[in-house]
Each structure stands twice: as structure tokens, then as C-alpha cells.
């Protein structure tokens, strides 16, 4: 890995976040590269959670905490009250997590993108809700055990495709990232940084706990997830313009699919079937992002 | 209302750094960031520093490099073109890909920088003490080259008419005469006196002792001139057992009565002693073994008991002991049972069990080059001239180096057994036990590392034994596939420009390089990089021991402990 500038950093040690906690790599990047001048705003989920409990923090920057599911509202009314008041130059975030993001926080978040608020969101995602103890989210992929998919009837639905649902609004930048590709990571944030308007950045965050696996496999399962596609990094610009950021030559998802608990007791009938999932979605985004090659050159 | 003005409702604001809270009470698991033992570091019989040496080439610092290898070779050159590079064979890289061009980088480094080590280090005590070393192969130089370094007024006894070294063949092998003539000429330059055609009186041990403190024979010379310096004073009663079979068929009178230690290869060493107690001698054979390990000889120790052959078993000699000047007998281990050989290398906190000695007036070494063991250079203190015979001295081979089969591994041994005579001698005159000796052992293959003794506290070579980077402990998804790159032609070698780009394939295994992927993937930023050096620092009140700084260190220069 090539060397990443030492910067400073925003986030305080000490949180209560489970050792080996993929959110908290994820937050430290981005607060890292938007630096001092921003305000973040979260909803209930581990990413307030670990942000601390009154009278701590480990933010040194303001730290927002709204109602579950208003973090897209809550903040382009902050950067809206920061307008009024002549500070334009503050990088408002919004952080949430895949619950709070694809499936209560939806309607919120897709108000904000379609007025294209000037707002950076981020969506940290550990594949459920895992702050209340596991639970399904729409953000859960396909095969997962959470408390409430059991392994008797484990998730049976693929993975909401969030990229596209934020592409079909034409804001102008859409990025997928992973805890594991930091360099990946902060040039996304950078980028987003220097953009005006809706900025939409999904992170895959794993989650020991949640996801069952020892807590050092963190940065290992972020990359696996990359390698093997079922989470593609990829950035859409302007909701068209699709650019895609392999890491690396293609894995097979088997070695990301058994190294986790949730995924235990998948059959390899399963593991084909989601194999062919994430193929279908890699060669679709190849597609897309062909197609976009052609159309800009 | 002016924009200046607060708009925000009333609420509580949390203030105060989370920082307080020690979350490093939560961990069970510590890292511990340390440098550990690269592979090729350990298989280097001179246990060159050879992540280190390729992290200067890969930056172009070719002249840096070749004094780094330099702080534990004397003969960049020679080796660069006939080592049989073990640590090629031993490279992690090699398992990955192919191995990094260690050799050939030995070589190009030395063609781009020669000239000699500056700085030779005063010693506080010994500086003012002159060493004499008789003969001038490999061996001796090794010697005399460290020696120097360590502040000691060297001075080299040829009683040729040029240096024996000259005579190791340079026809028909990659021994350039050209590489040869300059490795010599920058091991000299550092300050070394040279006196050819030394007569046989000038290295009689009385003429030795007006002038050294100490003496080093080199292994070219046991055998032939320093019978004639051993003709001084009555405290040479030390045989090789071949010597000694010759000197029985031959009939010459060998002072061979009392006890006579024996020790060496089981087999070997019950046959010398059969042979001391037919004229006369009192044997007793010191075997590192237990009966059950030498079953295939049951018989023979029977036979040998028998004949009046007394046998200590589990007796691992380290040592000549001394007394009045004259050998008295074995300084042994009580070896525990198995790996003997292991705990050997390892030195006394090992497998031993205690240790004793065993009186004797005369000590044989029966064939100690199969035995492995690690005798100590035999030491007589009489009138205070130290003298220091090559490590498991006398040894038949020796005196043929130029003619053995295997030029390359003989001449390199004879490299690190100069180093070791070095700093056996050294210590010896500091009237430092020997076994400190062990303190700078390059991992357990036997190389030391002059670096570190000099140092005098070598914890940067220092690590725990076993504690060398396998494959297993790197972490290959930060390494890019790259082959090895050849050089156009054998004879020119690499250039600068493969140079660098071939030291670069080098993984630094076990060598923290400051690439900070730790720091980076930290969750807890329980690391933090110190600025000037660039090196991680682990903070244990927050680290939780979530082990992925373990995980993630490509070079795996961060262990696991429980706490
Ligand atoms: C309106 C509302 N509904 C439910 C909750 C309970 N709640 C708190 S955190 C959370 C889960 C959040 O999941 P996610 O957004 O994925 O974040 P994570 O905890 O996984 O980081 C829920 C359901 C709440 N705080 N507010
Ligand atoms: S990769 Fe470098 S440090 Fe590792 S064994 Fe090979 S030469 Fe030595
Ligand atoms: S990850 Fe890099 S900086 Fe950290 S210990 Fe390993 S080599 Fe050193
Ligand atoms: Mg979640």
C-alpha cells in the first residue's frame, strides 16, 4: 500500500465500539479527509452509538444526533440553518446506517437527493441492524442468518441495489467504497468533497459481531468483499456515468461466503445461486460502465 | 437577528473526549510491534542484515547497502560471485514468486561501491591490546577484519611469501582474481598489519608472547606452522583423533596417559578411545546420546565397556577447561534427553540440565564436524597469551580448503568462523564467559551477528528463537506478482537500474518499513505514526486487541500475545 499522508485526526480513542468494528475505520477516513470544517449528522444506529454517551464524545467535530431515519432531512436543514448564517464552507455529513438508510431512513434520503440538498451521506453498511441485536435490514444480503432471517429461513432476498436507486434521482455523484481499499476510500471522499450538491457514498463496513467472525478478519473481509464483486466499487457520475474501481483480478465468493458465520450452513446450491447473483450484477455494472466509456468519448 | 447570533435551541452538548476511557482493559490479545528475523537473514551463514541491505538498494543507496553488508561480511565481492546463497533458497519471496536476487544485488553492490569501512571502534578496555593472527586465508582475514573493527591492533603472521588467501583456486571457479584482489586490499585498508615471510622462530610462542596479547591460528595453519609455535610451552593437549590414530601407527610417543577425554561422534570417538586405552591411556568418552539413541551400536559400546572404555552418556561438551594455565579437561552440558543438537546451538538456557566437568589430562576431538557441536576455541591463558584456534578445530579439512570439492560453501564457512574466533577472543580477553556468545546468534542456524556484539546490547538481533517470518506470517494481498529479473549476461550482472528494481521485490519480512497499513486500519486509532521516523507506535490504553494490525502487517512485524 502506498503511503496515505499522515493527516489529522478527528475522532478521539476510547469509544465503546466492539473490538475490531469496521464503522468505526470507515468514520475516522472520512471525517479524516473532510476535516475540521464539517458538521456530521447521524440517526440511532452503532455509528451513534459508539460516537459516544453524554457528557463524551469522540468527535472533534460537531456531532448531530436526530431521530432514526432523518439523517438526509436533519442535515440539509443544518447545512440549510449553516447557509443562513454565511457559513456556506461547512461540509455537512450525514452518516447512517444500512437501516437507517435503505430502508427507514429511504424516504428521507430520497427527498434530499431529488432537491439535490448540498449535503455529503454516507451510509455506513453492516448488513443489518446491528446495534438492536442483528436484525434484517434491506441492506442484508442474500443467504445471510440475522436473529430475525434464523437459520431455519435465512435471508432470501437479494441485496437492495442502493447505487441505483440514488442513480435514478441524477445526483451528481454516486461511490461505493470499503474500509479495506483506505487510498480508494479518501480519494472518493475527496472527490465528493469539491463536488456541490447530493453526494451519496456507501461504505461496506464489516461487522465482527454481526456478521460472526473473528474481529482481526475485519480489513481481510472488507477486501474479500470487493475482490470477489459482491460488493463492486464503483462511482456513478451525475446518475449516468458509471466508472468502475476493481481492485483486483475477480475472485470466487466462496472464500468470502465461508469464512463468516452468518453464512454458515449455506449449501453449495446457495453459493452458486449467489455466485450467478453477483456475476449478473458485475457484468451488468461492466456494462453500464462500457457503455458510459463510449457515450463520453 | 444578526448571522452571527446563535439560532439553535437549547440542548445538551457533549464536550468531553472519549479518550478517558481505557479501552485497552477490554483486550486479551496484545500486539507487539518488533522487528523479527527474515528467513534469508537467519540462512546467511554471515547473518547479513538483508532486508535492511535491500531497502537501501531499493532506494539506489548502493554504497549505504554495501557498508551494511560490509558491518558483518568482509568479502562482499567473493561472496557476490561464489556464495552458495543459502537465503536465496530460504526466501519467503521464493514461495510467492521467485526468490529476490540476493546474490547477484551482493555482487552489483560491491562493483558500484568499493571502498573501505570508515570508523574503526576504540574499545574502551581491549583497544590497546595487539592481536597477532598466524596465517592469512579467509579464515584469518575474517579474523583480523573484526578484530579491527572491534579497536584491537591486528596484525596478520604470513609465512609465505603472499597471502595464503591467494592460493584459493580462481581457474575454473567464479572466483574472480579481481574481486578477490580488492576484497583483500579493503579487508587490509582498515588498518591491518601484514608481515610476510614470517620466519618459524617469529611465531614460536615465546616470541609471540613479548609482543601479543593474543593469537589467533588460522584453521591454514593448524595443521603446519603452528605445530611449530605449539613447540613453546607444555599446555597443547588437545588432538585431533585422527591425529592421534596417525600418530599411534606411526609409533611417535603421544603423552597420552590419565584420564583422556574424548569426545566427537559417537562412532568415531569410541574408536580413538579403543586405541588410547591399547597404549596405555584412561578414556572416557563423552556422548551427547543415551543408550537408546545409539541402539544401532549396541554392540560396540558393549565391546567398549568391556575393555575398560568408560562412557558418559548425555554429556555435551562446550567447552576446553583450563586450569594453571594448562587444559584440564571438558567443560560438558548434562544434555536432556533428545534434540540435543538443537539445545547445543541454542546455548546453556536451553535443554541442559546443569553441567559439570570433566577432568582429564589430555582431550580428544574425534571428527567434530559431523558431531555439530559447537566446541569452544580451546583458550590457554598461560602467561596471559590467549590463544584461539579456529571453531571445531583441528579439523583434517581445513588446511585443504583450496582443494575441496565445495569451494563456495568451504570458503564461506571459513568466513563465519573467523567471525566467531573474533568474538571468542574478544570476550576472552574481556574475561566475559563465552556463552554470550549465543546473545548474537542470527536465529539457530549459527551465524552471529558482529553488528549486534558490537553494539553490546543486541536486542535488535536478539529475538526470540523461532521467531523467523515464514511465508505463513506475511500477508500476500499487498505483494504484486513480479519476476525475478535476469541479468543480460551472467558476467556483467545486474544493472543499477535492476538493481533497484529487484531489491524492490524484496517483501522486508519482518522488518517494520513505515508503511503504516497498521496505523491505517487501526479502528481504535489505538496506533499512531511517529512523525519523524515514521514508525507506528502501539497506544495499549485503547487498544482493544482486535488483532488486525496482526492481520494486516504485510511483513508480519507485529506478534500476537496474550495477556
Ligand atoms: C424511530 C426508531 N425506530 C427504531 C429505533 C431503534 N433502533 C435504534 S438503532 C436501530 C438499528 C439501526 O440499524 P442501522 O441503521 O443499520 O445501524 P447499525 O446499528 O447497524 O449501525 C434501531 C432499529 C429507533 N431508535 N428509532
Ligand atoms: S523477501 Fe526479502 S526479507 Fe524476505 S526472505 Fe526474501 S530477501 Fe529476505
Ligand atoms: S504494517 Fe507497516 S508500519 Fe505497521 S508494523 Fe507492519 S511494516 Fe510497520
Ligand atoms: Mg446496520
New binding site residues.
Partial sequence: MAKVRVKEELVYPGSFACPGCG?MMAFRHVLRVLGRNTAVVT?????SVVAGSYPQTISKVPFFHC???TAASTAAGLKAGYDMMGKRSINVLAW??????FD?GLQSLSGAAERNEDIIYVC?D?E?????GVQR?SGTPMGAWTTTTPRESLEDRPKKKMAAIMAAHEIPYIATASVSYPEDLDRKIRKAKGIKGFRFIHIIVPCPTGWLYPASETVRLGREAVLSRIFPLFEIMAGKKYRLSPMGAKTPVREYLVSQGRFKGLSEKDISLIQEKVDEYWSELEELAARSRESHS | MSAKESIAPPMAAAKMPASPNKTGAWRFERPILEDRLAPCSEACPLGENIPAIMSLNSRGAFKEAYGEIRKENPFPGICGKICFHPCERVCNRGRFDEPVSIQELEFLVTVLSRDGVSGIEERHGPSLQRVAVIGGDIAGLSCAYFLRLLGYTVTILEPGARLRVFDLPTKGSDLNTKYLESDVKSVLDIGIDLRIRTTPEAIYYHQLVKEFQAVYVSPGAVDSEAREFLKGPDVYSVYNAIEVERMIRDGNPLPLRGKVAVTGSAREALKTAMSVKAIGGEPVVLVPFFPDDLEHMAEDLEDAERKGVSLKFGSAPFALSERDGRISGLACFKAGKGRFLEAKRRGPESEQTGSFEQRAEAVIIASPEKTGVNLMPPILQETGLVVVFPDRFPRARSRKLGKEKDLSRAVVRHMSEGKQAALSLDLCLRKRPFEEIYSVAVGRLGALSFEAYKMNHPHRYQRPLGNVVRAADLNPAYFKKAPRIKPSSPENGLTRRQGVLSARRCFQCGRCNSCQTCYQYCPDLAISVEPETGRPEIDYDHCKGCGICFKECPRGAISLQRE
Fill in positions: 464503522l440517526t440511532a444506529g452503532c455509528g431521530s432514526f431515519g447512517a446506517g444500512d437501516g437507517g438508510t427507514i455506513y453492516n443489518a441492524y446491528m446495534n438492536t435490514s
